[in-house]
């Protein structure tokens, strides 16, 4: 079954071009040129991927987003947002958001397209070898794509949860971000724009009982981070 795209976007020009483009590519896309089409799609249909704008005519995609985010339906929706605004603080705060990617207009097509497969290929369940990894009250499964702490999940985006599980796979060794983002085969992530420590920061959010003296996830100054080995009891170790 072909994967459903949600286009919200007002340009109408725009989106008939892409939607024909990734129609032609095997998705199956719908289009909606407004923050309240958007909803209204959102309550008639599924999909498995919104591609939204930054700029409407009845909202801004920030607030959609936070929206989203705050809605128990929507939480894990992904997202992926659009902008003709392509300042580092507009793709952190999108980032920060909940957006599991960012593309600056004006963008190629073949370029969108590979990032929706990239985001798509990122949702599907990870079954190679040990399914659940745990650290003291941390656990962290693969095949469900869910962080629990004291069994309870945690509110982590799909793009947060692959980047925790790449620190965690590697515990004890220090990661780079350049090595973080070639883990990540093909995330959109950028070193200079800092989202390698949005996203940390709000993993830590979740993960950590006191995110500003972190235990998990620890910082190396001027070298990377490093998932600690031993947590909780045995958290001097790392």
Same mark, same amino acid.
């Given at each position: 079954?072909?994967? +459903?795209?949600?286009?919200?976007?007002?340009?109408?020009?725009?989106?008939?071009?892409?939607?024909?483009?990734?129609?032609? $590519?095997?998705?199956?896309?719908?289009? $909606?040129?407004?923050?309240?089409?958007?909803?209204?799609?959102?309550?008639?249909?599924?999909?498995?991927?919104?591609?939204?704008?930054?700029?409407?005519?009845?909202?801004?995609?920030?607030? !959609?987003?936070?929206?989203? +985010?705050?809605?128990?339906?929507?939480?894990?929706?992904?997202?992926?947002?659009?902008?003709?605004?392509?300042?580092?603080?507009? +793709? %952190?705060? @999108?980032?920060?958001?909940?957006? &599991? &990617?960012?593309?600056?207009?004006? !963008?190629?097509?073949?370029?969108?397209?590979?990032?929706?497969?990239?985001?798509?290929?990122?949702?599907?369940?990870?079954?190679?070898?040990?399914?659940?990894?745990? !650290?003291?009250?941390?656990?962290?499964?693969?095949?469900?794509?869910?962080?629990?702490?004291?069994?309870?999940?945690? &509110?982590?985006?799909?793009?947060?949860?692959?980047?925790?599980?790449?620190?965690?796979?590697?515990?004890?060794?220090?990661?780079?971000?350049?090595? %973080?983002?070639?883990?990540?085969?093909?995330?959109?992530?950028?070193?200079? &724009?800092?989202? %390698?420590?949005?996203?940390?920061?709000?993993? +830590?959010?979740?993960?950590?009982?006191?995110?500003?003296?972190?235990?998990?996830?620890?910082?190396?100054? @001027?070298? @990377?981070?490093? !998932?600690?080995?031993?947590?909780?009891?045995?958290?001097?170790?790392?």
């Amino acid at each position: 079954m072909s994967a +459903r795209l949600l286009l919200i976007d007002d340009d109408a020009r725009l989106t008939g071009m892409v939607g024909d483009y990734l129609r032609s $590519a095997g998705f199956e896309v719908s289009t $909606a040129g407004s923050l309240a089409q958007a909803r209204e799609a959102l309550a008639h249909g599924r999909f498995e991927l919104l591609v939204l704008d930054l700029m409407l005519p009845d909202g801004d995609g920030l607030d !959609f987003c936070r929206w989203l +985010r705050g809605d128990p339906r929507w939480r894990h929706q992904p997202v992926l947002m659009l902008s003709a605004r392509g300042e580092p603080m507009d +793709r %952190i705060l @999108g980032l920060e958001l909940g957006a &599991d &990617d960012y593309l600056a207009k004006p !963008f190629e097509p073949r370029e969108l397209q590979a990032r929706i497969k990239a985001l798509l290929r990122r949702l599907e369940p990870k079954l190679d070898g040990d399914e659940v990894l745990r !650290f003291g009250r941390l656990e962290i499964d693969l095949a469900a794509r869910v962080a629990r702490l004291d069994g309870k999940i945690c &509110d982590l985006t799909s793009h947060q949860f692959d980047l925790l599980v790449v620190l965690a796979q590697s515990p004890g060794r220090v990661l780079s971000r350049d090595q %973080i983002m070639d883990a990540l085969k093909g995330h959109p992530l950028e070193a200079f &724009d800092r989202s %390698i420590d949005v996203h940390i920061s709000r993993i +830590r959010a979740v993960i950590e009982d006191d995110p500003k003296n972190p235990r998990r996830v620890l910082t190396v100054r @001027g070298a @990377g981070y490093v !998932f600690a080995r031993k947590q909780d009891a045995d958290a001097d170790a790392a």
